[in-house]
């Protein structure tokens, strides 16, 4: 097993080799071991090797360039240090032209110090105390990073449960919103369809608009078969006075004509009634006493007296018929007197 060393070296030879020298200079004046890679990797033992460096260092300090951004061995060896709980110093240089999202994520609660390529002098010295007060025990230890570590998976926890929901949320939304541009569709089909009605209303009311005016030409140009209709309107107007006045005098003929015939109705009847008294009353003159003191009646074989009326019936009551009176009747006179002399 390897002897640890204080600080393990993480960069990319091809543009950090200048840098990494630098600090390198300055960890040595201030009595820090290091180690870092010499040679390219290669497969076999020398992974082995870095693998053993870095489990056995303190201090674990990644030159982040654009170089090491891309970098798979740089990748390997920062989620090693990761996976042993290694003080990590992030000493990021100049400007990336892609970002790595996974060493963005997982390097995002370390310490990180941001320069310019090529890097000043005083950011270098103040990098290099920084590492050594971390070895003295100045610095924050790993447990603590480790909490803070596992306070940020608890965020990330409740920051996938927070997505998770606003992706649910944003699936009933983008629900909606389709529901939404189905019904706007709709409504615009619906518009369009007015639009097509209206469209032809318009036509057709062109259409009208123009056959009046044709109409009213042709008129124009005839002014006498205005004032020809005019006259036949007026004469047929007439006709159908004179007809409303043919029809009441018809009605007003007809009630004189039914009144007519129950006046001389009544008039029959009256003079039917006269007779028929007069008749009466030549039989009660033709009832008086005879000179042998017999009384002759002449009673009407088909008249009788009226009870209620003094007057003689027809004989069509519902009374039986009385018995027939004798035409010769004794009659008793009073006795006469012998010294009257008037006949």
């Not at 071991?33 to 040679?39: L, N």
């Not at 036949?232 to 007439?238: P, R, T």
Request: proline letters at 5%; charged letters at 30%; a negative charge.
């Amino acid at each position: 097993m390897a002897e640890g060393k204080d600080v393990f070296i993480s960069y990319h030879r091809a543009t950090m080799a200048e840098t990494l020298r630098r600090i390198a200079d300055e960890l040595k004046n201030r009595g820090i071991s290091f180690w870092y890679d010499t040679e390219s990797p290669k497969p076999g033992h020398f992974t082995e090797t870095i693998e053993e460096e870095i489990k056995a260092c303190e201090v674990f300090l990644f030159i982040w360039d654009d170089g090491a951004n891309n970098s798979t061995w740089c990748r390997d060896e920062v989620l090693s240090a990761l996976a042993h709980k290694k003080h990590i110093f992030l000493f990021r240089v100049g400007q990336f032209k892609t970002e790595n999202a996974e060493l963005n994520f997982r390097l995002r609660a370390f310490q990180r110090s941001d320069v310019d390529n090529p890097p000043d002098q005083e950011r270098i010295q103040n990098l290099a105390e920084t590492i050594v007060d971390t070895l003295r025990g100045s610095r924050p230890t790993w447990a603590m990073v480790y909490q803070r570590e596992q306070q940020l998976k608890q965020l990330e926890s409740r920051l996938g449960q927070e997505q998770a929901s606003a992706r649910k949320s944003t699936e009933a939304k983008d629900r909606q919103i389709a529901e939404l541009e189905r019904k706007l569709q709709q409504a615009g089909a619906q518009i369009q369809t007015v639009k097509d009605r209206l469209a032809q209303r318009q036509a057709h009311m062109q259409t009208l608009q123009e056959q009046a005016q044709q109409l009213a030409n042709e008129l124009a140009q005839e002014p006498d078969l205005i004032e020809e209709l005019e006259s036949e309107w007026e004469q047929e107007q007439k006709l159908q006075d004179k007809q409303s006045d043919v029809k009441s005098l018809a009605v007003l003929f007809i009630i004189f004509y039914i009144l007519a015939l129950m006046l001389v109705g009544i008039l029959l009847f009256q003079g039917r009634t006269v007779f028929r008294r007069s008749l009466f009353n030549s039989h009660m003159i033709s009832d008086a006493p005879s000179n042998d003191g017999t009384v002759t009646s002449h009673p009407a074989s088909e008249n009788r007296v009226s009870g209620d009326f003094g007057m003689p019936d027809d004989g069509k009551g519902d009374e039986p018929e009385p018995e027939p009176i004798p035409k010769t009747v004794p009659r008793q006179l009073e006795p006469a007197n012998v010294w009257d002399s008037s006949p």
